[in-house]
């Protein structure tokens, strides 16, 4: 008997841990896809793109994706995070209507595969909720006994205001059953309807989801919106202990069938929470999302100042050498702001909505106990959040070039948008056609279009897409940043992010100016007897074994 797994299904199923352990097993045996770990590296680089971000008249858009990969960045990003590929409903992919099937609009699974042995692929384990149109809630509105308990019929009560709202709307909605009107549990919208864990059938089906896309080639499986999954009258029902069971049972049953798999998990939440889905670094998640470095590295761009971002990562800790950061600015949703809670202040917060809508991007909101709203996430462009109009557009690309620079040499794996990588704007057009604010970085992009732009010398596209590549190219070419090395944060002045990266026998000096001002450091050389910034290929000045750094506005520089 496996212990391990026995006693978490004991705790979350005391009534039926032996049937449901006992089919489990069998689960477990029927796959069995890989023994082996996989262990990151500097050269991991992950880019996040819908599986239509590129499109071209006459080809299957993953096909697309494919090539634009293979002739742009291969060799430089080595691992793709597709956005929901599965038939869906609403939000964009994340309300699926069938689990196991590609969306025909944008290939089938021969694509995926093909591009599994180009790439590591991330899937999205979309298994908080579901679509209203899929076959479980359909055949659970006609009465079908299998589906009876895969959703959550929960009447109206005061104990429900205790519950964690990450929207503005509301958590039941009314349906019609076989049985008559029935208020059911939904945590983001009318369309998406949450899954009862506290059913094992449930629970056993997605299991064997999470199994059947390891074996078509998921190397890292994103479990979206997971600190909802377990509900429970009178408290929040975010971040519950069943929750962090549930995952451990993930980790557990995924080191027996697909060692190679990686767990990342999306809670987009104050940082101590986020973190706590390490578990104790061996039995959880082994990436989450670094939620707090979007909004901490654009206040400190804005603000010119990096003290908030400095303080903040000199506290930044793996659980062990299993676990890491995912590094991400911009992702297919907005900036959260709820990671910056305890870190910023409310003012400084206010500070990046106003000067968000003053860009004319978008701001979303969330209901609180009270009956409030509070801003929950800025809908905007990275590149736009970022840029300031009495700036000259060099300046612009700099800083926000810089701030990429920041996520790709913090301890962690970064993360790169495809929007980012492209040199994209607002898509306001995107926000009229579907309502949604998060559309205004949701462009789908014309692949002969993009071409043009991305060899036009002139054009902003061709300007942040070379010198993305080329800070990426530098950093997946140096074993200083491993995600297993070191990271030390240096305090000199306020105005430079500083820190040293370190791994075995190689030592980086990270340092980005985030003020508009030109600025002189000096420093011990803890380096090389000739230093040089990498990503400028410049040499650096030493006087009696000090370090003569001069920054010009917005430059990082990566020291050897």
């Known amino acids: 008997m496996n212990e391990k797994i026995y006693d978490k299904l004991k705790f979350l199923y005391p009534n039926e841990v032996d049937k449901v352990y006992n089919k489990l097993m069998e689960l477990i045996e029927k796959y069995k896809i890989s023994n082996n770990d996989i262990e990151l590296t500097e050269k991991d680089v992950i880019l996040i793109t819908y599986g239509d971000s590129i499109k071209k008249n006459g080809e299957k858009p993953l096909n697309t994706l494919h090539k634009f990969l293979n002739e742009h960045v291969k060799g430089i990003i080595n691992t793709v995070h597709i956005l929901p590929f599965f038939p869906y409903s609403s939000d964009d992919g994340f309300s699926v209507i069938d689990y196991k099937k590609v969306n025909p609009e944008l290939g089938d699974w021969e694509d995926i595969e093909k591009l599994s042995k180009d790439y590591n692929l991330m899937f999205d384990a979309v298994i908080n909720h579901i679509s209203k149109e899929s076959e479980w809630f359909r055949e659970y509105l006609k009465g079908n006994t299998k589906y009876k308990n895969y959703f959550i019929e929960q009447e109206p009560v005061e104990e429900l205001k205790y519950v964690t709202r990450p929207r503005a709307l509301p958590l039941l909605h009314i349906y019609e059953t076989k049985e008559g009107k029935k208020h059911i549990w939904t945590t983001f919208s009318e369309d998406q309807i949450d899954l009862n864990y506290k059913n094992t059938d449930l629970f056993l089906e997605i299991v064997e989801i999470l199994l059947f896309y390891a074996k078509k080639g998921a190397k890292l499986i994103r479990l979206d919106a997971i600190g909802y999954l377990w509900k429970e009258i009178g408290t929040s029902c975010i971040h519950l202990e069943q929750t962090h069971k549930m995952i451990q049972l993930f980790r557990d049953i995924l080191d027996l069938t697909a060692k190679d798999v990686i767990l990342v998990t999306e809670t987009n939440v104050p940082h101590h929470e986020n973190i706590s889905y390490f578990g104790n670094g061996y039995n959880e998640a082994q990436m989450v999302y670094n939620f707090s470095l979007p909004p901490l590295v654009l206040y400190s761009f804005l603000s010119k100042n990096a003290y908030y971002i400095s303080h903040w990562a000199n506290t930044l800790e793996t659980s062990s050498e299993k676990t890491t950061f995912f590094n991400f600015l911009a992702s297919h949703d907005g900036i959260g702001l709820m990671p910056a809670k305890g870190i910023l202040k409310d003012e400084e917060i206010d500070f990046l909505v106003e000067h968000t809508l003053k860009n004319k991007g978008l701001v979303s909101y969330k209901s609180n106990p009270d009956g409030s709203k509070s801003p929950y996430e800025l809908n905007i462009n990275y590149f736009d959040a970022l840029y300031e109009k009495d700036e000259d557009m060099e300046l612009n690309i700099r800083k926000f070039v810089s701030a990429y620079a920041i996520a790709s040499s913090m301890k962690g794996v970064p993360g790169i948008y495809i929007h980012s990588l492209l040199g994209s704007r607002n898509y306001y057009e995107g926000v009229e056609k579907t309502g949604m604010n998060r559309s205004i970085n949701r462009e789908k992009l014309n692949y002969d279009k993009l071409e043009n732009e991305i060899n036009d010398i002139q054009s902003l596209r061709y300007k942040i897409f070379n010198a993305m590549k080329n800070m990426l190219k530098i950093r997946v070419s140096h074993k200083a940043f491993n995600p297993k090395g070191e990271q030390r944060v240096l305090f000199l002045d306020n105005?430079?992010?500083?820190?040293?990266?370190?791994?075995?026998?190689?030592?980086?000096?990270?340092?980005?100016?985030?003020?508009?001002?030109?600025?002189?450091?000096?420093?011990?050389?803890?380096?090389?007897?000739?230093?040089?910034?990498?990503?400028?290929?410049?040499?650096?000045?030493?006087?009696?074994?000090?370090?003569?750094?001069?920054?010009?506005?917005?430059?990082?520089?990566w020291i050897i």
């Open 495 to 557: 105005r430079v992010f500083l820190f040293v990266r370190e791994y075995e026998d190689e030592k980086i000096l990270v340092l980005t100016n985030v003020s508009d001002n030109e600025i002189n450091l000096k420093l011990k050389n803890e380096f090389s007897e000739k230093p040089k910034d990498l990503l400028s290929n410049k040499k650096i000045n030493v006087e009696n074994d000090i370090l003569k750094i001069k920054l010009k506005p917005y430059e990082t520089m």
